[in-house]
């Protein structure tokens, strides 16, 4: 038994004349007379009484019809919930980010997201910048959202979406914490509040800037998320470098910062896997991008 046969056999149904649902569907009538004649055989009934002027439904037709017609509709749905996750346009789509994308990015792209493709089921997910990696490349996450450099080790493609400047956040009675801007080479006797191994985009930033401004930094106390690490800065215990988006936390003085002159810029980038393919990801990416930065190209 085929969806075509019974297709025809609805249309017959309703047009009770083969000619007429031949004609409908656009085929000769005698195939279409074969058709039916295998469907009755397959089914060991007889569906239509065959009269001069047409057909009529026999009682294992009339049985029959209501079956077929939900087989029909059951197929119809079928081939557009398949479609529709096939273009990305539904499905389960699980993201992590770290704590500083939260402030304002993951917001704002979800938001676009969510208007845009509202049948994707959309699961959320803070993490620190490793616990990203290490499930993204476990296929536990489809996209991590992750601060950037990474270790040259890690396996994952990345894409970026947006960067920002460094910025210092120090106690508000630091002797520094009035300046306009700070030089890193200033600091370098101070104590460093560090991010910690799950953190590794952070925490090479803030060694790779130091070692810049030409010192190791005096790390005394380490933590994983930019918020954890702002409340060990307001209770005295060091300075910390933190991203721009920093600035809208109250808890301590947040101030640019140079190095040799000039800014420190950190990204976030996608976390994906090399091979990925899957349209519902292409589509996040697409819309990350154009929410952080519209003038970069659309992951194809």
Not at 2 to 22: I, K, T
């Amino acid at each position: 038994m085929e969806l075509r046969q019974l297709r025809q056999f609805v249309v017959l149904a309703e047009r009770l004349s083969f000619r007429r649902a031949a004609e409908q569907l656009n085929i000769a009538q005698p195939p279409l007379s074969v058709s039916i004649a295998k469907l009755e055989a397959e089914l060991c009934a007889k569906l239509f009484e065959r009269h001069t002027q047409g057909v009529s439904l026999t009682a294992a037709g009339e049985a029959a019809l209501p079956f077929a017609r939900e087989a029909i509709a059951r197929s119809d749905e079928m081939r557009t919930a398949v479609g529709s996750v096939v273009t990305g346009k539904q499905g389960q789509l699980r993201v992590g980010f770290v704590s500083s994308a939260s402030y304002s990015l993951v917001p704002r792209i979800v938001a676009r997201f969510r208007d845009i493709y509202p049948g994707v089921h959309l699961i959320l997910e803070e993490a620190r910048g490793m616990e990203c990696i290490e499930r993204v490349e476990a296929g536990e996450l489809d996209v991590g959202i992750v601060r950037t450099p990474l270790p040259e080790t890690a396996s994952l493609r990345l894409a970026p979406i947006e960067t920002s400047e460094l910025m210092v956040a120090m106690p508000y009675n630091h002797r520094l914490s009035n300046a306009s801007c700070v030089q890193l080479e200033d600091l370098a006797d101070e104590s460093f509040i560090q991010y910690d191994h799950s953190a590794p985009g952070m925490r090479a930033i803030v060694l790779m800037s130091c070692q810049a401004a030409g010192y190791i930094p005096n790390v005394t106390h380490t933590a994983a998320q930019v918020h954890t690490v702002l409340s060990l800065v307001r209770t005295g215990l060091g300075v910390a470098l933190v991203p721009g988006i920093a600035e809208l936390e109250e808890q301590c003085a947040i101030l640019p910062l140079t190095c040799r002159g000039g800014s420190i810029t950190l990204g976030l980038s996608l976390a994906l896997r090399p091979q990925e393919s899957s349209r519902l990801v292409n589509n996040f990416c697409n819309i990350s991008r154009n929410i952080a930065c519209p003038t970069l190209h659309q992951v194809s």
